[in-house]
């Protein structure tokens, strides 16, 4: 592995002093001949992010077109040509395409490097970043990402530019005790430090967890032994947080089968509990309706009986009579020819009310069941609640417990470089 690099600069429609503009940069994003004099071998670039190069080219147009601008009196007109209207980031990965097309680890490498960079900018300039390529004509592979200004009526790319941001807010205070010669070296000292922000913000996003180091040996003066000695070093981190990352994914995969776990155990419980739910509410239906057919047995029996005594009632007078016969005449042949004539009637009416007995009895003791069943349900209903709330507390408790397994962090600090500028 080596060091990082990452450079930014904005482009206008006219060309500047070296023949460069908007078109120009595309057309060598592009890899047409005139502008990829430089590529041996040039090969198409490969789309990885946003919208193809013509697209953006397209979409520039039309903004660019539609881009106005206030002047110093209030008026309204159309930018300038000279305006910068696209910024351009180029960032390389160092790590030559030979070793890569022989090595399925590195290749690994760097498929993370760029979504880390493409995260990256997203990060920066969220929907502006309209297209990312990736070239793989040159010894290293490098990505190429264009950014569109849009939410800027003015179109103006250098708004998006850390180092030329500080220096003119630097430039604007114009304090009248400094001359404008030390006003401009305090400008450049805050578009330096702007830039050392801005790569030390891709350096902790990007070449940290890549295995990057923040400034190559020829700035510093290292000697080969130092620079090892760094290599090594960031090798180290890049395995460090490799490592935490499985260690992270692993807990959320255990957590996740644990909770699965748990929730399927709830899920059981929980039909479970609905089951005897259910059977204690068929219960009750079952207890209700039993317990109508009791009182109906009642109701028929009180019913039963009322017929009995009413058809007994119109003997009663003629029994006493009997009686007093009986006892005045023992022998008397009234008394054979009632007990001949009567007794028939008399003997069934003794079973009737005999069988009336028994049967209220009978309902009597049926109604003393349903009662019981009754009970035993709303016991049965009681002791199913409770451990339905005792399971759900067990549940609940178990996944207190294990959350914060969930959300592990690891935390690497980076070591600071250099200067870098763009």
Known sequence: MGFQFVHLEAYSRKEDAAGRNVAWVLAEARREPEASLHVECPASPELIHGVSLDELAALHD???????????NG???KIRRDQKSLLTVVASYPTPLKELEKDPAKRESLNRWEQRTVEWLRSLHGDD????????????????????????PELRALRLHPGHEAKHAVMDSAPE????????????????????????????AVG??????????????LSREAWHAEQVAARAVKAAEERAAKY??????????????????????????????????AAQVRASHLERQAQGVLERARQEAARILEGVAPYRKFGAFL??????????????????????????LSREASEERASRRRAEQRASELENAMRNSGLVQSATSREVSRLTRRLDAEIDKNSNMLTPETVLTAPSGGSHGS
């Open 248 to 281: 992270v994914e692993a807990i959320k995969s255990k957590g996740s089968a644990y909770a699965d776990r748990i929730k399927a155990e709830a899920t059981d419980i929980r039909k479970d509990a609905e089951l005897r739910a259910s059977e204690t509410k």
């Open 177 to 204: 005790a400094k001359s404008k010669k030390e006003l401009n070296r305090i400008g450049d000292r805050a578009y330096r430090d702007a830039m050392r922000g801005w790569q030390d913000s891709y350096h902790k």
């Open 129 to 152: 970043l309209i297209t990312v390529i990736r070239h793989t004509d040159e010894r290293y592979p490098h990505l190429h990402a264009y950014i569109l200004p849009q939410s800027d």
């Open 208 to 221: 940290i967890p890549s295995g990057l180091t923040r400034l190559g040996p020829a700035r510093r003066r």
């Open 323 to 348: 009686r007093s016969i009986w006892d005045g005449l023992n022998s008397s042949k009234i008394r054979k020819k009632a007990r001949s004539e009567f007794a028939q009637q008399i003997e069934n």
């Open 62 to 72: 039309e903004r660019a077109d539609a881009a106005t601008t206030i002047l110093k």
């Open 75 to 77: 008026k309204t007109r």
